[in-house]
């Protein structure tokens, strides 16, 4: 993609989050009555953008993307949002940009964590795209199946798929950070007996899985990356957003 391209794109994000902004303080014109569920749609688009087409290591993409994502948080607390599948999956999507936050706080610190941080940011961007998947599919089965597939779109169903998605994250994330820092000094030299030697043997585990992981990850995400654009293009490019997921 060209730098004009990106610009383009830049500016959509910034538009969308700013205009999100504006009515969500009242400050929308004509004094008409404001519906939550487009800004929403517009959220769900503008992560789309930032996953699959902006680059991740982009500090003002990341920015305007946890941005928009504090607006979402705060917008799927309203009494007029129900609780459905695809608001849970879109309030963790909004929660994943929490990393980016605490990845900006690492840094802010004295002590040098850029280790952790770049580890953080990775995170956010499978977190992202895990969710992104989940709303994918949820849409392809509304279009494909509404009714045969109303049992799979429920709350509980989306809660627990957060919950495998957020234990498989931070799991990638534990053992990458473990095989990275073995053998620093803060590592388990310092333990005293039988500490030292299991958390020797639990760095070294980490150390022979990091690369395999790693290269899952990447055959995982590109796939992911590949499933989202056919979806994004079938099903919410051609059909309207409001009839394949429903914010509401």
Same mark, same amino acid.
């Given at each position: 993609?060209?730098?004009?391209?990106?610009?383009?794109?830049?500016?959509?994000?910034? $538009?969308?989050?700013?205009?999100?902004?504006?009515?969500?303080v009242?400050?929308?014109?004509?004094?008409?009555?404001?519906?939550?569920? +487009?800004?929403?749609r517009?959220?769900?688009?503008?992560?789309?953008l930032?996953?699959?087409?902006?680059?991740?290591?982009?500090?003002?993409?990341?920015?305007?993307?946890?941005?928009?994502?504090?607006?979402?948080?705060?917008?799927?607390?309203?009494? +007029? *949002?129900?609780r459905?599948?695809?608001?849970?999956?879109?309030?963790?999507?909004?929660?994943?940009?929490g990393? *980016?936050?605490?990845?900006?706080?690492?840094?802010?610190?004295?002590?040098?964590?850029?280790?952790?941080?770049?580890?953080?940011?990775?995170?956010?961007?499978?977190a992202?795209l895990?969710?992104?998947?989940?709303?994918?599919?949820?849409?392809?089965? *509304?279009?494909?199946?509404p009714?045969? +597939?109303?049992?799979?779109?429920?709350? +509980?169903?989306?809660?627990?798929?957060?919950t *495998?998605?957020?234990?498989?994250?931070?799991?990638?994330?534990? $053992?990458?950070?473990?095989?990275?820092?073995?053998?620093?000094?803060?590592?388990?030299?310092?333990?005293?007996?039988?500490?030292?030697?299991?958390?020797?043997?639990?760095?070294?585990?980490?150390?022979? $899985?990091?690369?395999?992981?790693?290269?899952?990850s990447?055959?995982?995400?590109?796939?992911?990356w590949?499933?989202?654009?056919?979806?994004?293009?079938?099903?919410?490019?051609?059909?309207?957003?409001?009839?394949t997921?429903?914010?509401?």
């Amino acid at each position: 993609m060209n730098k004009q391209s990106q610009f383009l794109l830049l500016f959509f994000l910034c $538009v969308t989050v700013f205009s999100s902004i504006r009515k969500m303080v009242g400050l929308s014109p004509g004094g008409s009555q404001w519906d939550p569920r +487009s800004t929403l749609r517009r959220y769900l688009l503008l992560k789309y953008l930032q996953v699959l087409v902006l680059p991740s290591g982009n500090t003002l993409v990341s920015s305007l993307g946890m941005l928009g994502s504090m607006c979402a948080a705060l917008l799927l607390r309203l009494p +007029s *949002v129900s609780r459905k599948a695809s608001t849970v999956l879109l309030s963790q999507l909004a929660w994943a940009d929490g990393l *980016v936050l605490l990845c900006r706080g690492l840094a802010a610190l004295p002590v040098a964590m850029e280790g952790l941080g770049q580890g953080l940011l990775a995170a956010n961007g499978h977190a992202s795209l895990l969710f992104l998947s989940c709303l994918s599919l949820e849409a392809l089965l *509304v279009t494909l199946c509404p009714v045969e +597939s109303r049992g799979l779109r429920t709350a +509980s169903f989306a809660r627990l798929a957060s919950t *495998v998605i957020w234990v498989a994250v931070l799991g990638e994330l534990a $053992v990458l950070q473990a095989a990275d820092y073995h053998g620093d000094e803060l590592g388990p030299t310092s333990l005293p007996g039988e500490a030292s030697h299991l958390a020797k043997l639990v760095f070294q585990v980490c150390q022979q $899985v990091a690369p395999l992981l790693r290269i899952l990850s990447h055959g995982l995400g590109a796939a992911l990356w590949l499933i989202n654009a056919y979806v994004h293009y079938t099903v919410f490019y051609h059909a309207p957003l409001r009839r394949t997921c429903s914010f509401h």
